[in-house]
């Protein structure tokens, strides 16, 4: 019966990727705004006003827009990377899932880190629209980007 255990266990962990294990195939992406009252609206259908956090596939892209009276609405991209814990997740996968894991884990984006996060939006007074072009994430968390009018 032991030998059935140990077994089941093993063939489990052959068929489940080490990061969707470790990690999850979801992820929490703060959206910090000033102003308290901006409107935020993302391409996932999540809406909220003032900052909040929303849960996220790893592997879905997505724009946010934030909007308030008498201020400028801004717009940022939000991309997915592969991330040092995915990297070690894939490592997990090489030495106990195999290729099956590693397939899953490609798959459901659980190697994936939603970039940037936190998501920093501060609007300017004034009208009209402006997209945010952040840089990768090699800075600080919580560093504001710098941002670019669109017309």
Do not use: W
Not at 125 to 139: A, H, M, T
């Amino acid at each position: 019966m032991k030998s059935i255990v140990v077994s089941a266990a093993l063939v489990s962990l052959a068929l489940t990727g080490c990061a969707s294990i470790t990690r999850g195939v979801k992820e929490d992406v703060k959206i910090e705004v000033t102003p308290a009252n901006a409107n935020i609206q993302t391409t996932t259908g999540h809406t909220c006003k003032g900052s909040c956090t929303i849960k996220i596939p790893r592997k879905e892209e997505f724009t946010v827009t934030a909007s308030a009276p008498g201020y400028q609405t801004e717009i940022i991209d939000v991309k997915t990377r592969v991330s040092g814990g995915g990297v070690a997740g894939m490592a997990g996968n090489a030495i106990i899932g195999g290729v099956i894991g590693i397939a899953i884990d490609s798959a459901n984006g659980a190697s994936l880190n939603h970039d940037p996060n936190p998501v920093i939006l501060q609007l300017e007074r004034g009208s009209g629209s402006k997209k945010v072009f952040p840089e990768p994430s090699k800075k600080p968390e919580g560093k504001t980007v710098e941002s670019i009018p669109v017309s």
